[in-house]
Every structure is written in C-alpha cells, then in structure tokens.
C-alpha cells in the first residue's frame, strides 16, 4: 500500500476528530478498525510514525495494544 | 397489461376531511369538499365532455363544453370550475346541453382538419371522442372561412412535433408547462382568433425556447399538436407496462408503452408516488441508447489489453473469466479480488455482486458508486440519526415553510423532484440557497431565494456551525424537543462548541465569502419560519469534509426540531437511480446488507448459514484503496457491474495505472466505456427495460422495475452474475428476481415485509418494511430516532489541504446538466446532445477578461494532477474565482483534473474543490491526444471467430 497516503488517510481522520478532546485518539483508532482492510492496518502498523500527527501515532498504537 | 389510456379526472385530486354528498345524473356520489362538478361525475362512472379539462392542472373553465345544469342554479355553469355542493343536484345529458356543446364542437371543427385517418392521433384523440360523444354530424360554417390550417409544423425538438395547425387553444400545454413543471416557457400570444401556442420569444422556435422537454405539454395535449415523434413514426401503442425509470435518484414510474418488442414511448405513470405524473427529458424521452448501435451484446475476452478483443460464446466468456478468478484467488489469496456493484442496476443485482464478492471470491472487496458521490450520507445520517437514508417522502415538501437548498441544483440532477419544490415555493414557501452558483432556484420564474449563501468551496461546515452558533446563542433551539429526542448532555457538548465565537458569522466571514448578516438572517429564517426541510446534494457530500457536513445537517435539523414529522427533514438527494438500493443492498466494504458490519458475529453468522460459506470479519478496500492495492501487486482482479470509474473517478491517471496493474478487469456493462479499455473480459449487459427486479430511490421507496423486451444479449444481469458464480462454483438456482428479493428480506431487517407479490398489491413500499411498520415508513424517526436518541456530532471545520496559489488560482467545481446523465453512457447515445454534445467551462467575465478569453475559446484547464482542454463559457453564474464543468464527455474527461483528496471518513472524492489556472489554448492536451489513441486501439475487436 501507498505508505504516503494511509499516513494522510489517518491524519486526517485524526484532524476531524480533534475537536472531541481527550476521546480522538481513540475515534480515530475505532474508525481505522472499522474502516481499514487488513493490508491497510497491517502496513500502518509496520511503518515509519514519524509523519503521524499526535493523535494519529497514538491512535495508531491504540490499534496495535 | 392492454393499452388503455390513463384516467383523467378532468381537474385535480383535493384533500379534505369533509365530505359532500350530491347527486349526478341520478346516482348519489360522496367526494371531498372543494371537488369540481366534472371530478366528482368522473369518480362516480360518468362522464362529461371536455377539452380544456385535464386532472394535471387546475380548471380553466375555457372550452365550454363540460356544461351542466343544476338545480336551483342559473344558466349552464362549466362543470370543472364548478365545486361541489351538500345536496346539489346535477344533470349532464340534457337536451340543452346537447345542443350547446354540439354548437361548441362546430366552432372546433371548423378550424381543424378533417384528416382523422392519416392524423397521427387517429383513435387516441379526445377531439375525435369528444366530436363523436356530442354526435357531431355537420359543421353548419363550413371548412373555407379564415382558419390555421396552414401553420407549419415546428419540428425543431428532437422528440416531439409542434403543429399549430391541429391546435385549440385550449390552454392545456401552456398551464402544465406553467404548473406541472414550473418553467413558464409557453404562452398564448394574440387574442381571440390570432391566439396561437408560443414558445418562448418571437421568433423562437422550441428547440431555442427555454422549453427543457420535460414532456409535460405533450402528455397534456388533447389532439395531435404536440406529439412525440415516435408516436407519428411507429403508430399508436398496443400495450403498457408500468415500470421505473433508470435515471436519477427520483424514481420516476412510467408506463413504457410498446408495440410487440417495440418501445414507441415512456409516459409519466399518473399513479406513480415518486413522479405523480411529471417527467423531465431524460427518462421521458432519452431511451433511444437501449437499441444504439454501440451495444455489445457478444461476450469478449482477450489475456491483455494490448490486444484486440476475441468475441465469444457465453460458456466460454465464463469459464475464460472463472478460471482467471480462481487462478488468482488460489495464488494470490481471496483478498486480491474484489467487485463493484451498479446503482443503475436492480437491487437484486447489486445483492447478488456483493454475495459473489463475499461468499464467492471470499473478501469484503465490494463497493459501489455510492463511494463517489453520497458514501458520507451514509456515514453522517448514520452516526446522528442511526441509519443510513433521507427521513421523508417527496411528498412531505408540500408542507414545508422554509426550504434550505444547500449544495443541490434540483433543476439540473432531480428535475421531477424540482419542480415539485418550485410548485410548493411559488405556493409562499421561503427559501435558503446556500451553493458557490447562482443555480437556477436562485431565481426563476415567480420564485426567488430569501438568501443566497454563495460560499466559497469547501466551507460547507464553517456556514452550517456558524448558522448552528446563530441559532444557539440567539435562543433559537428547540430545547423541548433536544430534551425529548436527543441526548441531553451531547447536545450540551456540542452547543457549548459552537456557541464559541470562533464559529461566530463574523469570525468565520473572511473564510466563507458569506456576509454575516446574511448568514444569521438565513438561520433565524430557518429556525423560526415553520417547518424547515433540508435537500442537499453532491456539493455537500463531494468534500474532504463531507460527511462532517451531513452531520452538520443533522444538529441543524435536530436542534431547531425539524425531523420526525410531515414538512421538514434532512433530505439526500441521491444522484443514480439505484444509488440508495445499491448501498441497501450491502454494496460497501464494510457492511452487510441493511448496513450491519461486518464485523458482528450474529449478523455474520446469520449470512453465514443462509450461504453456507464462512465470512472475512474484516472490512474490505474501498475503490481508491483498491488502485492503490492494484499498484502494490495485492489486488489482481476486479468485477465492474455497470459503472465506468475510469470516467466517473477522480483522477483518472490514477485510475487507468491501478487498473492496468490488475490481471483481470472484468466489465459487465451495455457499452465498450471507458474502464473497459483495460479490461481482459466484456460481459454484454441489460437495459432496465430487459430485466425484472426493483429500484429504492432517494425517498427509500422501492418500486417496481418490470421487463418489456428481451435482453438483447440473452441473459439479465442477475443471470450473468448468477452464471459467472456457478462457473466459479457456487451453486447458484435462482429462478426469478422475486426469489434474490426473497433472500433479502429473509436476512435484512428493513426489508422483512418486503416481497414481489406485495409490491405487485401496494404499487411501492418505503423501508423500513418489516413488523414493525409493515406498510413501510414515508417519514422516518417519527417517535424516536432509529438509534434511540439523537447524536449531536462536533464537527470543527477543517480546512481542505487542497490550496489555491500563484500557479493554480482558480477553484474547479464539477457537476452535471439536465440532459446528461453521469459519465453520459446513455445519455450521449440519445439525442439529448442536441442540448449537450460537450463539456464545458463556465467561468466568470472577470476571470475570463483577464486571461483574454471569450466565450467559446478553447482554455486549457490544469491542476496540480492532470489537464485537459474544452471550450469557455463566460457566465455570472459563478463567482469571481471559481469556474466549474460538467464530466459527461469521456474526450473531455474532467476527471484528468481532479484530485485524490476525499472525505475524511469515506473516501468520497472532493470533486468541489480543485485547485486549477485556465488559460488559452489551440488544441487538445497531451493526455487527451495519447488516451483517444489508446482507446482507439484497445477497442478493436478482432476479425478472426472464436476458436
């Protein structure tokens, strides 16, 4: 999968989400889950967390515990 | 069914509580109070004689023909202008009347002429009935006076003659234009014996006229001067079979009308409950692609797409594609295969895509074009009111007080619908336009919008959380409603968050372009004026804010109490025919039919018995996902049902490169379209009008499709998709459609009471359809909100990464025009392009001055993705700013420009913002010079026979 693009896709969930505070990060986990195909997941996981906003890494982690 | 005419009542139907007993002729007749004289004979069996009388428009009271008498009352009063009254008692065959209206009739004769048996109305005329119900015998005036008989035709529109020579004047064409359509584009010019029938300006005929071929004058005609061309070509119907149209999200019902295996029309269907009646150009007349030329109905196959296509048999085109899908599922694992489902197919058939994608294929990779257009409809309603679809009927507009119109231009996408909405608006209901254009509601005739929003794109959330902010800290919400309905310490939250000034009008003024003073002037209209109903299209949806949008609506609507009742609502207005059956039927990734997740064990477990195969539990990918899988070599091959994304879809570099990377592209469409340049396997299609089954339009009404001829290619959709399974497998036995229907209801709740027979009894059914509400539900959220209480959602207004700069100024729009229809498959193959045979760009003088263009010039329009060239149209109609096009024209392809930016929640690409310059051009861009070359070569079908 495009790396570039699940980082934006998950950026930007994480950006519409912000607005509810301390519960974003778990919206934005709980939407990847729903959402996302497995190579998704799988490939988000894998990679480099360095171009996730602060809500997007620590959804991401969210969805790897 | 035989070929009778539809009823006509004479005037239109009134709604009262009270009744009215009088006597007619000597029968006691009971009807609603305010019923005309000539309704209430016609409801009782009788029949009065008129010309000027028709039940689509109100009492003109002009031909003088439908006369009675009536006791205790003077004279001879016309009975369609004449009500109803307790007691009264009339006569319609009388000696009197005999003679009036036989003297009546002579005065028409006299100037009409007497080619009865040649004239293309002949047995299907009500002059000729009327003339032989008044037992004319002699026209005492003679044929040689002054007369029209010389006019000449007007044969300017393509589907319908005008001869003035054969007319009456009885008014009938000039009032449906004026109240069935609302477009005011016909009049009566002169008086008395120079009355003639006048499109438009002097010197227009109807093809220059602001005549928009809706077909409403047509129908209203009671001789042969307006008429479908067909009808003179072909010679009267012998049967009618009653059925839904395959454009757009109303659902229009019509009665295709047919000699043998031939369609010589489609009339409006009076008792259809989408249309009561009404048509628009497309559905009414543009079925001519169903018998184009262009029509593939030879299966092909090749192994690439660098060679020509191999026609053959259908075993062979089956089990050439099963072994492809097999092959790649056993090397490659099920998930690299996946389908998509078509909203102008039946929901049978999108059913049956999506259970061969999961129970076949064994992925959740399906989805449907509901991903590029109302995908975060479902998504928004969803999560506020807990299911996945518009909460009113179109009915429910005539209620309405203020309308809000916000990203929609009815007049162009959903005409039928439109003009109900015009007809309530000149009625005195307000309206709030909120859109970049100056769409045509803005105004038009005897309408004007109490507010024009004109936004700038893509700050549809910062106008409705500044208008919720106006409505909140001005008092403005409806507290005893929010506490009855709504969860209370959300609403809370959420009024809390916009009651902040930084959603004030003010504050967001710079980033809207909305005056804040028309913006709070537009809520409080909202909020206070009566009940407010929402209509929203794609310039909602389209957004990579879209389904925040949807949710947006939603507060809106919940917070001023406008839903659960007659009037008000939040209304999608879904753009394919079958766009809300597609999505009903379990169409996307993540869902099972009746939008349940995949990922609930019951509801796996139920699907899982009735198939007998086990389900993934994980979603599946999404369109845009599954390119980008085809790109990384984890997804190789792809079932295309009746869409053509290579056009539709954004970014079409994009596309055809995902494409081109699959093993196996399979398309199941009634053309070569543009997708199918990279596909190994063509699978002919049907036409609506060659398959039974049904469609859910934008108000979850499911109706009726019905088949009249056979498919062309041999088989319906449902039996190829049925074949393609049991090549694979699967053992597959459906007989009939009704059977498909039968497994739905029996695994989706919304559709439990839903079945073939009880469609054939009620005409139409509204889901939900089950035990609880098993005559269906018109309005939905009635008593409560389907997921309990209402859930107001904070939506913050995120601005689009997609910028405007130096290089790329200019905001692209796209949309679509009346007489195309999507990417134009069908429309481009009727004569509908007399209106549209190309795209083109509107842009605003201003800009157009400053890069010394003129209308008509050819302009370069680039992005930071693609360009492509077409011609300028220099208009007002949009902003300073932002220029907009249609993408109907695969040698256009306005989707060379638009980007992958996409909702945030679904995907829905944001096909309303895009960053573009425009500039001069003298010629086609490179893109379009190498794709017409391609296309060109990957079309060839090869001479040799199939082996």
């Not at chain 1, 190579?39 to 790897?64: C, F, H, N, T």
């Not at chain 2, 409403?216 to 009653?242: D, M, N, S």
């Not at chain 2, 109905?297 to 053959?312: A, D, H, K, L």
């Amino acid at each position: 999968m495009d790396f570039a693009r699940l980082t934006y896709m998950a950026n930007q969930i994480a950006r519409n989400f912000a607005a509810q505070g301390d519960a974003a990060a778990a919206l934005t986990c709980q939407h990847i889950k729903d959402y996302w195909d497995p190579r998704m997941k799988a490939a988000i996981l894998a990679g480099e967390r360095s171009g996730l906003d602060p809500i997007a890494r620590a959804a991401v982690e969210l969805l790897e515990s | 069914m035989g070929y009778e005419p539809q009823a006509d009542f004479g005037t239109p139907e009134v709604q009262s509580e009270t009744a009215v007993t009088l006597t007619i002729d000597g029968r006691t007749v009971m009807v609603p109070a305010g019923t005309s004289v000539l309704r209430a004979a016609a409801m009782s069996g009788g029949s009065i004689p008129s010309l000027c009388a028709t039940d689509s428009v109100k009492a003109f009271g002009s031909c003088r023909l439908c006369l009675v008498e009536v006791d205790g009352m003077r004279g001879t009063p016309a009975s369609c202008t004449t009500p109803v009254a307790e007691g009264m008692i009339v006569h319609t065959q009388t000696e009197r009347l005999a003679r009036l209206r036989k003297g009546v009739m002579e005065l028409y004769i006299s100037d009409h002429p007497l080619d009865c048996l040649t004239c293309s109305a002949n047995n299907d005329c009500e002059l000729q009935d009327t003339a032989a119900e008044v037992g004319l015998r002699d026209v005492r005036y003679g044929y040689t006076g002054a007369n029209h008989l010389g006019e000449a035709t007007d044969s300017s529109n393509p589907y319908f003659d005008f001869d003035p020579s054969k007319c009456i004047a009885c008014s009938r064409c000039v009032r449906a234009c004026d109240e069935v359509q609302g477009t005011l584009a016909l009049t009566i010019d002169g008086r008395g014996f120079a009355s003639k029938v006048s499109a438009g300006q002097a010197g227009d005929d109807f093809l220059s006229s602001e005549c928009v071929s809706c077909g409403a004058c047509v129908q209203a005609c009671p001789t042969a001067t307006l008429q479908e061309k067909a009808i003179k070509e072909l010679g009267k119907p012998e049967r009618a079979v009653v059925t839904t149209c395959a454009y757009c999200g109303v659902g229009c019902t019509f009665r295709a009308e047919m000699k043998g295996e031939q369609l010589v029309r489609m009339v409006p269907w009076k008792d259809g409950k989408a249309n009561r009646g009404h048509s628009c150009v497309k559905g009414r007349f543009a079925w001519g692609y169903a018998k184009h030329q262009d029509r593939i109905t030879t299966p092909m196959i090749r192994e690439s797409i660098e060679e020509p296509w191999r026609e053959v048999d259908w075993a062979e085109a089956l089990s050439f594609t099963a072994a492809k899908l097999n092959a790649i599922k056993a090397e490659y694992g099920p998930r690299a295969l996946g389908g998509i489902s078509s909203s102008r197919c039946t929901n049978e058939e999108a059913y049956l895509v999506q259970k061969l994608v999961r129970a076949g294929f064994g992925s959740n990779n399906i989805d449907t074009c509901a991903r590029v257009c109302h995908s975060p409809t479902g998504y928004g309603l969803s999560k506020t009111f807990g299911t996945s679809a518009g909460t009113q009927d179109f009915d429910s507009v005539e209620q309405a007080d203020v309308i809000l119109v916000i990203g929609a231009n009815p007049t162009e996408a959903h005409p039928v619908f439109a003009s109900r909405m015009k007809r309530r608006l000149r009625r005195g209901a307000k309206l709030i336009v909120i859109d970049p254009r100056r769409i045509d509601l803005v105004r038009s005739p005897h309408i004007e919008a109490s507010h024009h929003l004109a936004l700038q794109p893509g700050t549809n959330v910062a106008v409705l959380t500044a208008m919720a902010h106006v409505i909140v800290t001005e008092g403005l919400a409806d507290e005893a409603f929010i506490r009855e309905r709504c969860d209370w310490d959300e609403y809370q939250d959420w009024s809390r968050f916009v009651s902040n000034q930084r959603h004030s009008p003010e504050a967001l003024e710079a980033v809207t372009r909305v005056l804040a003073a028309d913006l709070r002037a537009a809520a409080r209209l909202y909020a206070t004026g009566g009940n407010g109903a929402i209509y929203y299209g794609l310039g909602v949806t389209e957004h990579s804010q879209g389904s925040s949008t949807v949710m947006a609506i939603a507060n809106l609507a919940m917070v001023t109490g406008n839903i659960g009742r007659r009037g008000v609502g939040v209304n999608p207005l879904r753009g394919q025919n079958n766009v809300q059956g597609a999505c009903d039927m379990g169409s996307f990734p993540h869902e099972l039919p009746g939008y349940r997740h995949i990922s609930g064990t019951e509801t796996r477990a139920q699907f899982e018995t009735d198939w007998g195969v086990a389900l993934d539990p994980e979603p599946g990918l999404r369109i845009p996902n599954m390119l980008d899988a085809a790109l990384d070599g984890s997804f190789r091959a792809l079932y295309v049902q009746g869409e053509d994304i290579l056009q539709s879809d954004p970014n079409t570099h994009h596309v055809a490169a995902g494409l081109k990377a699959m093993d196996c592209v399979i398309v199941h469409d009634l053309f070569l379209n543009e997708t199918a340049n990279y596909a190994h396997v063509f699978l002919p299609g049907s036409t609506f009008l060659e398959k039974d089954g049904t469609f859910t339009n934008a108000e979850r009404r499911i109706q009726r499709v019905r088949k009249v001829m056979e498919p062309a290619a041999g088989y319906a959709d449902w039996e190829v998709t049925q074949e393609l399974a049991r090549a694979m497998g699967l053992n597959w036995n459906y007989a009939h459609p009704s059977e498909i229907m039968d497994e739905i209801a029996r695994l989706t709740p919304t559709f439990s009471c839903v079945s073939f027979a009880r469609l054939e009894a009620e005409g139409s059914l509204q889901w939900p359809v089950n035990e609880a509400a098993p005559d269906g539900s018109p309005i939905m959220h009635v008593d409560g909100f389907v997921r309990g209480r209402g859930k107001f959602m904070v939506t913050d207004y995120v601005p689009t990464d997609e910028k405007t700069g130096p290089r790329y100024p200019l905001l692209l729009t796209t949309g679509r025009v009346l007489s195309q229809y999507n990417v134009g498959a069908q429309t481009r193959r009727t004569e509908n392009v007399v209106w549209h045979d190309e795209d083109l760009l509107e842009i605003h003088p201003s800009d157009a001055e400053n890069r010394g263009l003129k209308d008509g010039d050819w302009v370069r329009l680039a992005s930071r993705t693609g360009e492509t060239t077409l011609r300028a149209q220099v208009t007002g109609r949009v902003a300073p700013g932002v220029v907009y096009t249609t993408f109907h024209h695969p040698a256009t392809q306005a989707n060379v420009v638009t980007t992958d930016y996409s909702d945030w929640a679904t995907n829905c690409p944001e096909y309303k913002v895009t960053a573009v310059q425009v500039l001069p051009s003298n010629g086609p861009s490179e893109w379009q010079e190498s794709y017409a070359s391609w296309s060109v070569k990957s079309r060839r079908i090869s001479a040799e026979p199939a082996e």
